[in-house]
T-cell receptor, first 115, second 109 residues
């Protein structure tokens, strides 16, 4: 079946511009996560959605970052006024539920470059 | 102290060798443990979960020591296709996974 998809696969933008990254989770998965991976760094948790509950935003690095999940499915991560340090691969993952033992299935990521 | 620590490597081993990676975690309340594999410029994929009693999947064996808060992964009879970065992953509850930075393995002919 279809896995997690993300778009765009690559995004180059200028400092100060806003960007939107999209994630389509696996159908039926109620939990959705956003991470980012900078060069040579581990994955950094950003935000977590579980069903209709309020999202866990504890990982968002600044108020320039926001995310929403419409209809419990597709999610959009928005970065406003991008900075060079925002350059990273942004990974989305979904799992059947938010239980800690569940495998998370990752999308291929969006590689963001801020010039 | 970092939440999940791994030796970044790289570990360079010949085909057929046995190699072991260790990982330590700081949160004693951690509940679930995993090894993920990440190929270059690809997304992470689950290799195996790690259970308290230890578990094996083919050439791969994972061990968990809760008292010492470390996790290990043993790969026997290494294949060229095992070359990748191995991520130690810990979960403390319902929401997030905490990833180590990964250990790079290079298997050569």
């Amino acid at each position: 079946g279809a896995g997690v998809s993300q778009s765009p696969s690559n995004k180059v933008t200028e400092k100060g511009k806003d960007v939107e990254l999209r994630c389509d989770p696996i159908s039926g998965h109620t939990a959705l996560y956003w991470y980012r991976q900078s060069l040579g760094q581990g994955l950094e948790f950003l935000i977590y959605f579980q069903g209709n509950s309020a999202p866990d935003k504890s990982g968002l690095p600044s108020d320039r970052f926001s995310a929403e999940r419409t209809g419990g499915s597709v999610s959009t991560l928005t970065i406003q006024r991008t900075q060079q340090e925002d350059s990273a691969v942004y990974l989305c993952a979904s799992s059947p539920s938010g239980k800690s033992g569940n495998e998370q299935f990752f999308g291929p990521g969006t590689r963001l470059t801020v010039l | 102290r970092k939440e999940v620590e791994q030796d970044p490597g790289p570990f360079n081993v010949p085909e057929g060798a046995t190699v072991a990676f260790n990982c330590t975690y700081s949160n004693s309340a951690s509940q679930s443990f995993f090894w993920y594999r990440q190929d270059c410029r690809k997304e992470p994929k689950l290799l195996m979960s790690v259970y308290s009693s230890g578990n094996e999947d083919g050439r791969f064996t994972a061990q968990l020591n809760r008292a010492s808060q470390y996790i290990s992964l043993l790969i026997r009879d290494s294949k060229l296709s095992d070359s990748a970065t191995y991520l130690c992953v810990v979960s403390s509850g319902y929401s997030t996974l905490t990833f180590g930075k990964g250990t790079m393995l290079l298997v050569s002919p």
